[in-house]
């Protein structure tokens, strides 16, 4: 049943907006007999859709809860599995936001084609909605405040999307010569550019461990483990929003080494900062 065709009801022709529910309660119903198949790429956004409809319904939104139904049906019939969204050139998106929505929406469909559906089938799914709803708000243009926070979700989880399928590393490390606190003009660059890297896609959450080698006492490792982990935080934090509250400080000194060696051995891959995003 299509919302844009005219609907008869009890007193006559309905309006828009009722035939725009009805349709919706058409789709809410159907969606119940409709279950998807095995593989998990169906059964993720089929499980996401009927969450949001559901957050739909219990907020009295029907319209926008039988949107989901719909797009719950469409995957269970795998009829919308090959495609991110609806076709672009059919949006109604002003033209500032075009070039924005078009890059991630490309940034999306690579990682579908490299198999993110496969291997990470929820967060695929919520990317793809995520996508949707910020489009959505951008055609409705009355709710900033939404469109940003659907763009927001969908950095997060693209950013998370590229670490699933080996993008990006889980963590970095940045490396340390012999007794120094300060990283080298090169790991400076290399902080600052995973900061950036992270809060482009609204990642703005950082585990922070500093380490040693076995070289030296203990004492004086754990406390050089500590400066080091302070540094890389204050490097980062002029590029992170709130100050770097997001920042999550640690140190080891010299009781997790990368790579095992004897007490006072000295090594390099030992010397280092992991930092860990957490989108």
Same mark, same amino acid.
């Given at each position: 049943?299509?919302?844009?065709?005219?609907?008869?009801?009890?007193?006559?022709?309905?309006?828009?907006?009722?035939?725009?529910?009805?349709?919706?309660?058409?789709?809410?119903?159907?969606?119940?007999?409709?279950?998807?198949?095995?593989?998990?790429?169906?059964?993720?956004?089929?499980?996401?859709?009927?969450?949001?409809?559901?957050? $739909?319904?219990?907020?009295?939104?029907?319209?926008?809860?039988?949107?989901?139904?719909?797009?719950?049906?469409?995957?269970?019939?795998? $009829?919308?599995?090959?495609?991110?969204?609806?076709?672009?050139?059919?949006?109604?998106?002003?033209? $500032?936001?075009?070039?924005?929505?078009?890059?991630?929406?490309?940034?999306?469909? $690579?990682?579908?084609?490299?198999?993110?559906?496969?291997?990470?089938?929820?967060?695929?799914?919520?990317?793809?909605?995520?996508?949707?709803?910020?489009?959505?708000?951008?055609?409705?243009?009355?709710?900033?405040?939404?469109?940003?926070?659907?763009?927001?979700?969908?950095?997060?989880?693209?950013?998370?999307?590229?670490?699933?399928?080996?993008?990006?590393?889980?963590?970095?490390?940045?490396?340390?010569?012999?007794?120094?606190?300060?990283?080298?003009?090169?790991?400076?660059?290399?902080?600052?550019?995973?900061?950036?890297?992270?809060?482009?896609?609204?990642?703005?959450?950082?585990?922070?461990?500093?380490?040693?080698?076995?070289?030296?006492?203990?004492?004086?490792?754990?406390?050089?483990?500590?400066?080091r982990a302070g540094v890389t935080a204050a490097?980062?934090?002029?590029?992170?929003?709130?100050?770097?509250?997001?920042?999550?400080?640690?140190?080891?000194?010299?009781?997790?080494?990368?790579?095992?060696?004897?007490?006072?051995?000295?090594?390099?891959?030992?010397?280092?900062?992991?930092i860990t995003p957490r989108p």
């Open positions: 049943m299509s919302a844009r065709r005219p609907v008869w009801g009890r007193g006559g022709l309905v309006g828009p907006v009722a035939a725009a529910v009805l349709a919706a309660g058409c789709s809410l119903t159907e969606q119940a007999s409709v279950t998807p198949s095995d593989d998990a790429y169906s059964q993720a956004p089929h499980g996401v859709y009927g969450e949001l409809g559901a957050r $739909e319904v219990a907020a009295d939104q029907s319209q926008v809860a039988g949107q989901h139904a719909d797009r719950r049906i469409a995957t269970a019939r795998t $009829e919308a599995l090959s495609r991110v969204t609806d076709t672009f050139a059919e949006r109604e998106l002003a033209p $500032e936001h075009r070039g924005a929505v078009w890059a991630a929406r490309s940034r999306l469909r $690579e990682l579908i084609e490299l198999e993110a559906g496969t291997v990470a089938p929820t967060l695929t799914a919520e990317a793809r909605e995520a996508l949707e709803c910020w489009m959505r708000a951008l055609e409705e243009g009355t709710a900033p405040e939404r469109a940003a926070a659907c763009r927001e979700a969908l950095g997060r989880r693209l950013y998370a999307l590229e670490t699933a399928i080996g993008l990006r590393p889980d963590t970095y490390a940045v490396y340390f010569d012999s007794a120094r606190a300060t990283p080298n003009r090169l790991g400076r660059l290399i902080t600052r550019k995973i900061a950036a890297d992270a809060v482009h896609d609204f990642v703005t959450e950082f585990g922070i461990v500093g380490h040693t080698d076995l070289a030296g006492d203990a004492a004086g490792n754990q406390t050089l483990s500590m400066h490097t980062m934090r002029p590029l992170l929003p709130d100050g770097g509250a997001g920042l999550d400080k640690r140190w080891s000194g010299e009781t997790e080494p990368a790579v095992p060696t004897a007490d006072g051995v000295a090594n390099p891959d030992n010397r280092r900062v992991e």
